[in-house]
């Protein structure tokens, strides 16, 4: 598996985590959908930003 699948898989296991945790509290599902897809993309961002690789310097 790739660094970028593990980060990717390691995202979706926390936002499920606390998706199950808003649902048990009693927030309207409207805004756990909002949640898991603002957190869904915060973590792609992140995802694509720590396993990309640096350009090499130009000389």
Known sequence: MSSFALY?????V???????AAYMLHTPTQWIIVGVLVLLGIGIVGAVTHTRRRDPPES
């Open 8 to 12: 990717l898989l390691g995202m979706i």
């Open 14 to 20: 926390v936002i499920a985590g606390l998706a199950y």
